[in-house]
């Protein structure tokens, strides 16, 4: 039972079985990057405003942001959730979505990064233009630079990092 277990688990699974698997590591280190990102914009580097969306819907209480600063500081947040989620992405696509062995490890886990920080930098740019230049919401623009950066990321981890 563990070797069938092991099996769908695995990297030898239909490609639509694949892609859920991808979708729901994905969407942990989503979490992880989101959690970290708002905690860290709530808690130690203010940049959530109180008329925040996320800061209402969940009852929060925030120190109103210096709104000069506030594209940085969303950026840094960003950055960090960024570096922790990735780490966990990269383990449990390595173990349970896609092949290993295009490269050697260290060039996989570099190409991994490297494409990551891509989407990432693509991504922050777009937020921070969205908050500094038009005013949006920090939740809403985070939430368009994760959505930008999950399109890359996938098709780049599929066709370029691992063997499929």
């Not at 694949?18 to 979490?31: D, H, M, R, S």
Request: aromatic share 12%; charged share 10%; with cysteine.
């Amino acid at each position: 039972m563990l070797k069938t277990i092991q099996k769908q688990l695995g990297h030898d699974v239909h490609p639509v079985v694949q892609f859920i698997k991808y979708g729901f590591i994905g969407g942990l280190a989503t979490g992880i990057s989101i959690v970290v990102t708002f905690y860290l914009g709530w808690k130690v580097l203010p940049c959530l405003r109180p008329d925040d969306w996320l800061v209402t819907l969940l009852g929060m209480t925030v120190v109103p942001p210096d709104e000069s600063q506030r594209w940085i500081l969303a950026a840094v947040c960003s950055g960090i959730g960024f570096v922790i989620s990735n780490i966990v992405c990269y383990i449990l696509n390595r173990l349970f979505v896609f092949k290993p062995g295009r490269h050697r490890m260290a060039v996989e886990f570099i190409l991994f990064f490297g494409v990551s920080g891509l989407s990432w930098a693509i991504g922050t740019t777009i937020q921070s233009v969205l908050i500094k230049g038009y005013g949006i919401q920090t939740s809403t623009a985070i939430v368009i630079n994760i959505l930008v950066a999950l399109l890359i990321n996938y098709t780049m981890r599929k066709y370029v990092i691992f063997k499929g």
